[in-house]
């Protein structure tokens, strides 16, 4: 789901919930590691079709985060 879908309902109306953002290699996260994160309570979000470099979709996702926010 697109970071913004999966961070608005949750911050409409209130205080915001504190927010972890992981970045994965250009290459993505393994099986595994995707796994344990979803175990852990992470929710799988997408920034798009693009694929980004590792600083790019940093920028981007605190961008998205903070506009989901608003």
Not at 34 to 41: D, N, V
């Amino acid at each position: 789901m697109p970071i913004a879908e999966a961070l608005g309902p949750a911050r409409r109306g209130g205080a915001p919930d504190p927010v972890a953002i992981l970045i994965g290699p250009e290459g993505g996260f393994t099986d595994e590691e995707a796994a344990r994160a979803i175990e852990a309570g992470a929710r799988g979000v997408t920034l798009g079709p693009n694929r980004l470099r590792t600083e790019t979709a940093a920028i981007a996702a605190v961008t998205l985060a903070i506009a989901a926010g608003s």
